[in-house]
């Protein structure tokens, strides 16, 4: 099994696909402090079912596309709206 990521889908506009902001924390080599970063990975959805602002999990895959190497494995929150 392959590690997999939670993230907070940003952009559901695609046919079958979604885009995915995954956010992680970075040490600062020149203060020391901590940072928050993000990385956006596009992600497969076949039945489509995650709406912008979900909270979801990813895996990556095989390339499906020139982007696309992850996923959807679930949502693990819909969003509040």
């Given at each position: 099994?392959?590690?997999?990521?939670?993230?907070?889908?940003?952009?559901?506009?695609?046919?079958?696909t979604?885009?995915?902001?995954?956010?992680?924390?970075?040490?600062?080599?020149?203060?020391?402090?901590?940072?928050?970063?993000?990385?956006?990975?596009?992600?497969?959805?076949?039945?489509?079912?995650?709406?912008?602002?979900?909270?979801?999990?990813?895996?990556?895959?095989?390339?499906?596309?020139?982007?696309?190497?992850?996923?959807?494995?679930?949502?693990?929150?819909?969003?509040a709206?």
């Amino acid at each position: 099994m392959k590690k997999s990521v939670i993230g907070k889908v940003v952009s559901d506009k695609m046919q079958k696909t979604i885009t995915v902001e995954v956010p992680r924390r970075v040490k600062e080599p020149t203060t020391g402090k901590y940072v928050s970063r993000h990385t956006t990975c596009v992600a497969h959805d076949e039945s489509e079912v995650a709406n912008r602002n979900d909270l979801v999990e990813i895996m990556p895959t095989r390339p499906m596309s020139k982007h696309k190497r992850w996923v959807l494995l679930r949502v693990v929150q819909m969003a509040a709206n």
